[in-house]
């Protein structure tokens, strides 16, 4: 028997009051374990004698999804995608499966969400960019996980979607579909299916307002990809981020725009994340993010205004705001610019999240020149990691980064010293190589009082 949070995923094998992971109370439930422990014997080989299997890939050719899975579905892989409700989780799947279709794959849509009609409705909407053969595309209405895996035994399709996996119910379990223990046993059992019949397996499932999936943190460890489908539901413009792959790049990103007719692909997704404003104004930088294999360039903003609360607020959306509030320290100390009686908020354009800490420089700049309500010579560029003691620290794939910056036309880059001598197409572009926070600020005219 163990316990298991019905918020979080998280095990503990007595039960507690209150859950160490995500802090909410009551939520532990008892569970049975009933992974089947199969008597198997281990093999001993060597190397040279395990012959290689050629992945088998289904190509949708929807570019921002091939290349977010490494190149299409793997077979045999079970492929998790979250997002919040209304975000476009089935709009996407039903792209997916017109897709495959189109190519000549029996596709088994399985929804329990919906009913005929809707799914019709959206079909419909859709079927304006699609010509296609329905022969192929077999939708099975049921939340009954006997009933399913047995049309998958019937049908034998080439690839199975399940929309969504917390309305499945497997009806040996006494627990509600949704579950905890219903989630992780349906996942498990689906799992044991997509192996044996090498049939790759799409599952959709709801995240919650923590941004967990729904039905948990359990379901990430057991799948092969965890896909996150991104955006602000106000916006038409969506981010399909992978997590976690156990057959390609984990943080490749795919970009597409929700319109009439469905999601379009988003190629070039500069015009997104760029400016809008043609002049200079403080408190705005850009960096060239490496988003996957993929650069792109980024802006930041940001606000600072004299604070009226006993403590400064700092409001950070698409970045870690430990991270925020180290920068913040450096400024202070290195730079001598304070940044304590002001409350901060900054924003990365987009729904972008910044991970790397390439993105230091631009943000500490961005916070800098809103203080000093200074704004910075328009077409510049900021990379390089920032370190306590205010150096300027190298970034990777500097070429790469430069070169978007430049085909973008920006005019110049303020970059880490050390990253120089690898860069050698200078032409068209200044660069301006630093070491310190000291001299970025003087560069910038941040040197002097206000
Ligand atoms: P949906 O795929 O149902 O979201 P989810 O499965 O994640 O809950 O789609 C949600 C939104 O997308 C809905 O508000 C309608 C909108 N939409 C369009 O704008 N254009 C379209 O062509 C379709 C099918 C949906
Ligand atoms: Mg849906």
Redesign the pocket.
């Known amino acids: 028997m163990i316990f298991v949070c019905e918020n979080c995923g998280y095990e503990s094998s007595k039960w507690l009051g209150k859950c160490p992971m995500c802090g909410s109370w009551n939520s532990f439930k008892e569970i049975r374990e009933t992974i089947e422990k199969e008597k198997t014997k281990g093999i001993l080989v060597n190397l040279t004698e395990i012959k290689e299997s050629k992945e088998k890939r289904l190509k949708t050719e929807i570019e921002e999804f091939d290349r977010v899975l490494g190149g299409g579905l793997v077979k045999g892989s079970l492929i998790l995608i979250g ?10 799947s039903l792209q997916i499966s017109l897709a495959l279709i189109s190519k000549g794959f029996k596709v088994l849509y399985v929804s329990s969400e919906e009913n005929p009609s809707q799914i019709k409705m ?1 079909y419909n ?2 079927s304006s960019l699609w010509k296609i053969n329905y022969e192929k595309f077999y939708l099975l209405f049921s939340s009954d996980l006997e009933e399913i895996l047995l049309q998958i035994n019937n049908l034998n399709p080439d690839i199975v979607i399940i ?1 969504s996996i917390q309305t499945i119910e497997d009806k040996t379990i006494p627990q509600v579909a949704g579950s905890v223990t219903q989630v992780r046993e349906v996942t498990l059992k689906l799992l044991n299916l997509a192996k044996r019949k090498d049939l790759p397996l799409i599952i ?1 499932s709801h995240v919650t307002k923590q941004g967990l999936i729904a039905g948990p943190k359990v379901l990430e460890h057991m799948v092969d990809v965890v896909l996150y ?1 991104e955006g602000d539901i106000n916006t038409d413009y969506r981010i399909l981020r992978c997590e976690k792959n156990r057959f390609g790049p984990a943080n490749e990103i795919g970009i597409f725009e ?5 999601l379009q692909e988003v190629k070039n997704p500069y015009l997104l994340f760029l400016p809008h404003l043609k002049e200079e104004v403080s408190g705005l930088t850009f960096v060239p993010l490496s988003e996957g294999r993929r650069v792109i360039v980024t802006e930041i903003q940001c606000l600072a205004t004299p604070t009226y609360f006993p403590y400064p607020q700092r409001v950070v959306q698409g970045f870690d705001i430990r991270r925020l509030s180290i920068l913040l320290s450096v400024l202070d100390i290195q730079a001598n610019i304070t940044t304590g009686r002001y409350d901060i908020y900054l924003n990365i354009a987009g729904s972008l999240y910044i991970k790397e800490n390439a993105g230091d420089l631009g943000i500490i700049c961005a916070v800098a020149s809103a203080i000093k309500r200074t704004s910075i010579k328009k077409l510049t560029c900021f990379l390089g990691e920032v370190g306590l003691l205010g150096e300027i620290r190298p970034v990777s794939l500097i070429r790469e980064r430069i070169k978007e910056a430049k085909k973008l036309g920006f005019s110049r880059v303020i970059l880490p010293k050390e990253n120089t001598p690898i860069y050698l197409e200078g032409d068209n572009i200044e660069i301006i190589p630093v070491s310190s926070l000291k001299e970025v600020f003087k560069i910038l005219n941040f040197d002097q009082g206000r």
């Open positions: 997002g919040e409700p209304g975000i476009g989780k089935s709009t996407l959206r909407r859709l929309d959709i489908f929700m319109q009439e007719f469905g």
